[in-house]
């Protein structure tokens, strides 16, 4: 198993270019989170989804959209980046119930001029 | 809302002493879920211990062990024997049993381990 992985692992964009972050999982996990990574703010999650074909807002959503077409894909797409977007973003998934722990991708640095 | 805080940002051990890392977090819930992750220079979060807010007993594992204290909400890491290896980034993290089941983090506490 691969777990988590995230592409791309770095990424350098823009003011006003877009991108997309691909999130893969296989866990068959029915939970999958998007996160960013700030110096001194800890985790912070900008998007979510509790299945395939939804998705809900989390606590920094804006700037960022999100789509889960399949279950074990989570993508996060800044469609005009800004400098404020420059970040470390992880992914991370977890299954029903359980022990509620998730399991984190490796991350991906976005630095955006 | 949930809030999670780490009041240290940064802490040293010397190898082979104990450090103890400390978490507050506010909730008006009963029944929670608590975790501590670990972020080592590679950026890998890695989970090293939970808790479960209806069980008493502390959580263990190997040389990591907490100190939950519910009515305080207090929620402290303690590394035994501390090790090279755990010179890291460690996360305190809430759980909500209910709504959007999402992990609220804290802010961190970078740990040094000194030869």
């Known amino acids: 198993n691969a777990g988590v992985t995230q592409t791309p692992k770095f990424r350098v964009l823009k003011t006003g270019q877009s991108m997309t972050l691909l999130c893969a999982q296989d866990?068959?996990?029915?939970?999958m989170y998007w996160y960013r990574q700030d110096p001194g703010m800890g985790l912070r999650l900008i998007h979510y989804?509790?299945?395939?074909?939804?998705?809900a807002k989390g606590e920094v959503p804006d700037g960022y959209n999100v789509s889960r077409l399949k279950k074990q894909n989570f993508l996060l797409g800044l469609e005009s980046a800004a400098p404020s977007q420059t970040s470390v973003y992880f992914c991370?998934?977890?299954?029903?119930?359980?022990?509620?722990?998730?399991?984190f991708g490796p991350g991906t640095r976005l630095t955006v001029t | 809302a949930q809030t999670v805080t780490q009041s240290q940002p940064e802490m040293s051990v010397q190898e082979a002493e104990t450090v103890t890392l400390s978490c507050t977090y506010d909730t008006s819930e009963s029944d929670y879920y608590l975790f501590w992750y670990k972020q080592p220079p590679s950026r890998q979060m890695i989970l090293v211990i939970r808790?479960?807010?209806?069980?008493?007993q502390n959580a263990t594992e190997n040389r990591f062990s907490v100190n939950f204290q519910k009515a305080a909400k207090s929620f402290s890491l303690k590394i035994s024997d501390s090790q090279l290896g755990d010179a890291a980034m460690y996360f305190c993290a809430y759980r909500s049993p209910a709504g959007s089941y999402q992990l609220t983090f804290g802010k961190g506490t970078k740990l040094s381990v000194i030869p």
């Open positions: 808790q479960e807010a209806y069980k008493q």
């Open positions: 866990m068959n996990h029915e939970y």
């Open positions: 989804s509790v299945g395939e074909g939804t998705t």
């Open positions: 991370a998934s977890r299954p029903w119930g359980g022990t509620y722990e998730q399991y």
